[in-house]
């Protein structure tokens, strides 16, 4: 079975323009049972880990400000 990965026209946008911003490393620590469960969580989605926390952080701002 193929598994095909959606991306809204945004998504991709941000993408595009991640590529070209400079990446630096985000170091904090976690729980393990928090660390184990984001990860499990991340590939159930066939996500990286910083794609994960992107989306959960966009969610996060979206919900601000409603």
């Given at each position: 079975?193929?598994m095909?990965?959606t991306?809204?026209?945004?998504q ?6 991640e ?10 620590k976690m729980?393990?049972s ?5 990860k ?12 994960l ?5 966009s969610?996060?701002?979206?919900a601000?400000?409603?």
């Amino acid at each position: 079975m193929i598994m095909v990965k959606t991306v809204s026209k945004q998504q991709d946008n941000e993408a595009v323009q991640e590529e070209k911003e400079e990446l630096i490393p985000l170091q904090f620590k976690m729980p393990r049972s928090w660390v184990r469960e984001f990860k499990l969580t991340a590939a159930d989605k066939e996500m990286k880990l910083n794609e994960l926390l992107k989306e959960c952080f966009s969610e996060y701002l979206k919900a601000l400000n409603k």
